[in-house]
């Protein structure tokens, strides 16, 4: 009668759903994976943002008013702290306020390296 053959792969992936399900498991035991090997990476700490972003201004509407734009930040750093971050449309920003915290952003934190000067020769 009928020889009974076993189930190769190629047999197995010539189903379209057999291959995506294949496919959607082998994803989310990679993303699994993933996230358990890569967790004990170092996280930074994001600095505080003021709540109220909308989702295409971000907090842009915090912004307006009267008082000139270096006033409204320095009350959002009196706010918040002197170190914060706020949304211009889709991309962020880091206010850096006092000079100390300014000093540790920049000599103490410093990841990567300056960029070398533009030009050696100084224009007077």
Not at 31 to 37: G, Y
Not at 58 to 66: M, S, W
Not at 97 to 116: A, G, I, M
Request: aromatic share 10%; charged share 15%.
């Amino acid at each position: 009668m009928w020889k009974q053959r076993s189930l190769t792969t190629m047999d197995l992936l010539s189903h379209p759903s057999l291959a995506i399900a294949l496919l959607l498991v082998s994803l989310f035991l990679y993303n699994r994976w993933r996230s358990r090997t890569h967790s004990h990476n170092i996280k930074f700490k994001s600095p505080p943002e003021p709540p109220g972003a909308w989702p295409v201004t971000g907090h842009l509407h915090l912004l307006r008013g009267q008082a000139p734009l270096a006033r409204t930040l320095g009350a959002m750093a009196d706010k918040y702290c002197p170190v914060f971050s706020f949304w211009l449309s889709v991309h962020p920003v880091v206010v850096v306020n006092n000079w100390e915290s300014f000093k540790e952003c920049f000599t103490t934190h410093e990841t990567k390296p300056s960029p070398p000067a533009l030009s050696p020769v100084h224009v007077s």
